[in-house]
């Protein structure tokens, strides 16, 4: 800071002229100095940083130490006695300005004792210095890394902000980082969702919980469809979409080799270019034989191409879509396949695996994603999906491998493994991150030592498993199937910094390093190559999505923080901008006819509540020297628009999956909060259209219902022996008959009703976290059966 308080706090008293006058000393402690405030000197804290929670903060100077201790009679003790004691304010010594600068305000305690004269206070002076360099060399180390700390060093702040601006009251600050997170529960039955999470936005809006109350209040046809709904769920015991899981039977669950080969091939045209897991010709040569001699094929390879035929089955679907309940048909019919390969895969022996173990690994992952199953449990299965690659050594290099335990002649991983296994681990490491950020945590791989590298930039025909070399890496120009890989992990580090920060305890970080991140991850958005191959389109936009969305996630905070000054408008805009950027990345791909980014991610929610965030916070703000938040939404584009179309993402995921109601609820809401104009008249006007709006989606779902039922599916396929009326198939192969207490049309587990259930239920958040609302009995609507995610 330049004000001149602060330029007398920082001048030493031996660096005073003869004619110069004797700086007074300062009797209040640094902190209430820092922020221009009355102190009342008290020990072993003022109250001040008292009710800031920080009394461990509070410290004085130095020479307000050595004059108490004159006048107390206590010369001959240090001033660290007196904190240990209890008899004066602790003290901290006055470093040099440059000193100061780089030091940390979390460091040890450095209290200078009084030494005689001569050698012993020359020695003094010296060990005085190596204390200040130690703590110079820690503050560099932490603002290099970021590792390790505790409290931001204040000092490396921009000086153009006054101590109000850097400083808000500690209070509230701590508040607001309380209301970063979600902790649901008491004891041990407790759920914790951190800054990420899509849900802390709700508890900065409270016109927007209220307006989605009214609409269910006073718009009770939007509670009848509901139960309407819930009534049209099919409800049953028992595993009857299961076969024994043996190598005999899972072939039968194929459909016919014409619905196998559009599946297959939506899935490489998606996954194979972001997230890879096979290598293509020898996929596409194993696939061939498989279908001339079905006996022959491994059982294995059958396990993976159902788990293929599982992430494309509802992005490929064409034609109208039918529903039993509010979980569509194509996807009970790819989580059944699921189900039968997770069994299988588990009744195998873990003691010799192979490459396609982990292939099949991370399909199940991947298809339980894609389909919205078990989303409660997708952070855990990411971890123990990361557990087990970590425990093959994955993340580490497999060359050191074949330097110490291999030969000339024999390596024990061979070059084509090598690159497999790179392949694998960036998969497993992006899904694993990915899961973090929706649940609000930190990366598990955060503080991981992994130097395997990244993918090469290479095609799969250039390499077999029997090559001896690989080829020489193409251009980042020059798009490869392995291009997004690639350039993924060029952003790795930061990604991981960034995700730990956001969602770590102390999430609100400087500004200044704020904008430090800003600039490399904007970096990292002009790095990625425009490459025109249509192909590459996925894999561009996911290289901006899961940038744009870490832009979200770091503005956030002071993109709420008005009153602390206008230099924190270019967060408003960021954040704002970003979220509209995501959501027209999503439509580019929506308008190709590619629902994959859509279905496999969770952006539009996200990005709508951070549109009506901003909104929210907009204004007219006189006499500001940057635009106001009202004029950053005008320039910025019409929100309306951009909330329209994550409108039309969230339908396109309900008419695919049957998953995403909740989320359409609230955008709906959204919409209407925005339109809402102040008269109480028309605000009832757009709670009705946005009712409307929910109410029509639901009946457009209860309009495709189909009589399905897992035994009927089974029964379908072109593979399995035709079965007696109601039956299931044995352990033969051979279907038997149902029991008759048990419908077949009711015949589905409860581990096979819509996982659009799994987890915190929307409303039901707003009644355990958020005061004055009680919305679990309206119109005699279950709501927490309907909005719990």
């Not at 080829?471 to 952003?491: E, G, K």
Request: net charge neutral; aromatic share 6%.
């Amino acid at each position: 800071m330049s004000s001149n308080g602060t330029a007398r706090e920082e001048r030493s008293p031996h660096d005073e002229t003869p004619g110069s006058k004797r700086r007074r000393i300062a009797f209040s402690c640094l902190a209430c100095r820092r922020r221009k405030l009355k102190c009342d000197r008290s020990y072993p804290s003022c109250s001040r940083c008292q009710k800031g929670g920080r009394p461990e903060n509070c410290t004085y100077d130095t020479e307000a130490v050595d004059t108490l201790n004159q006048s107390s009679g206590e010369r001959n003790r240090g001033a660290r006695d007196f904190s240990v004691s209890g008899g004066l304010p602790r003290a901290i010594p006055r470093l040099p300005s440059v000193a100061r600068s780089f030091a940390g305000d979390d460091g040890d305690e450095i209290i200078p004792r009084r030494q005689p004269d001569g050698a012993t206070a020359r020695l003094s002076a010296q060990e005085e210095r190596i204390r200040q360099l130690e703590n110079r060399i820690i503050g560099l180390e932490r603002i290099t890394n970021g590792s390790g700390r505790s409290h931001w060093p204040r000092s490396t702040r921009s000086p153009e902000l006054n101590g109000t601006e850097l400083n808000p009251p500690l209070d509230q600050r701590e508040a607001a980082e309380k209301e970063s997170m979600i902790f649901r529960g008491k004891g041990f039955k407790t759920q914790f969702y951190g800054a990420s999470y899509h849900m802390s936005y709700l508890s900065h809006l409270p016109e927007l919980r209220v307006f989605m109350k009214n609409m269910i209040v006073h718009h009770p046809s939007l509670a009848h469809v509901q139960m309407e709904l819930n009534g049209a769920k099919i409800k049953g015991a028992g595993q009857d979409d299961t076969i024994p899981p043996n190598d005999q039977t899972l072939a039968t669950l194929l459909p016919s080799r014409k619905v196998a080969d559009q599946l297959v091939e939506i899935y490489i045209n998606n996954f194979e270019t972001t997230y890879r897991i096979l290598h293509l010709p020898t996929f596409w040569a194993e696939y061939s034989d498989f279908w001339n001699a079905h006996r022959e094929a491994r059982p294995a390879f059958v396990a993976l191409l159902l788990l293929i035929l599982a992430t494309g089955n509802c992005i490929g679907k064409k034609g109208p879509t039918m529903f039993r309940g509010d979980s569509s048909v194509d996807r009970e019919t790819a989580i059944m396949w699921i189900r039968n390969c997770d069994a299988w895969l588990r009744s195998q022996s873990q003691k010799h695996t192979t490459l396609i173990i982990f292939q099949l690994s991370c399909l199940s992952y991947i298809a339980k994603q894609l389909n919205s199953v078990k989303r409660k449990r997708t952070w855990t299965s990411a971890g123990t999906l990361a557990r087990l690659a970590m425990s093959a050594g994955l993340h580490r290099d497999a060359h050191i491998v074949n330097l110490r335990h291999g030969t000339p002649s024999f390596k024990r991983v061979s070059v084509f493994d090598q690159e497999m296994r790179r392949r694998i681990w960036t998969t497993v490491a992006e899904l694993e991150l990915q899961a973090a950020i929706d649940r609000g945590m930190p990366a598990m791989t955060r503080d991981l030592v992994e130097d395997c590298g990244a993918p090469n930039n290479i095609d799969d025909e250039d390499m077999d498993p029997s090559s001896e070399q690989l080829p020489s890496p193409s251009p980042l120009s020059q798009f490869t199937r392995s291009s997004y890989q690639h350039l993924s992990r060029s952003s790795w580090a930061l990604r991981l910094e960034v995700v730990s920060l956001v969602n770590g305890p102390k999430s609100h970080m400087p500004y200044e390093d704020v904008l430090l991140y800003d600039k490399k991850i904007m970096q990292c958005l002009d790095d990625i190559p425009h490459w025109h191959d249509l192909e590459s389109q996925v894999a561009r936009i996911l290289l901006q999505l899961q940038l744009q969305q870490l832009l979200v996630f770091l503005h956030a905070p002071y993109a709420r923080d008005e009153p602390w000054g206008s230099r924190y408008d270019y967060s408003a805009i960021v954040h704002l901008r970003s979220a509209m950027t995501i959501i027209d990345l999503h439509d580019q791909l929506l308008s190709n006819r590619n629902s994959f980014l859509c279905l496999f991610r969770n952006d539009a929610l996200n990005a709508a509540l951070s549109i009506c965030y901003n909104v929210s916070m907009s204004g007219v703000k006189p006499g500001r020297g940057l635009p106001s938040r009202s004029s950053i939404v005008q320039l910025s584009g019409d929100p309306i628009q951009y909330l329209e179309k994550a409108l039309a993402m969230l339908e396109e995921k309900i008419m695919r999956l049957g998953v995403g109601l909740q989320e359409y609820y609230c955008v709906s809401a959204i919409i209407g909060l925005i339109k809402r104009p102040p008269s109480p008249e028309q605000s009832r006007n757009e709670q009705m259209r946005s009712a409307d709006r929910v109410t029509a989606m639901i009946q457009r779902v209860l309009a495709a219902q189909d009589n399905y039922s897992a035994a009927a599916t089974l029964a379908s396929l072109p593979n399995m022996p035709v079965p007696a009326p109601n039956g299931i198939p044995n352990g033969n192969g051979v279907l038997q008959p149902l029991p008759p207490s048990q419908p077949a049309s009711q015949s589905i587990s409860n581990s096979q009703q819509p996982m659009a259930m799994d987890g915190p239920g929307l409303l039901d958040e707003f009644n355990q976290n958020l005061e004055g609302l009680d919305l679990t009995n309206i119109a005699g609507w279950d709501l927490e059966a309907f909005w719990n995610f």
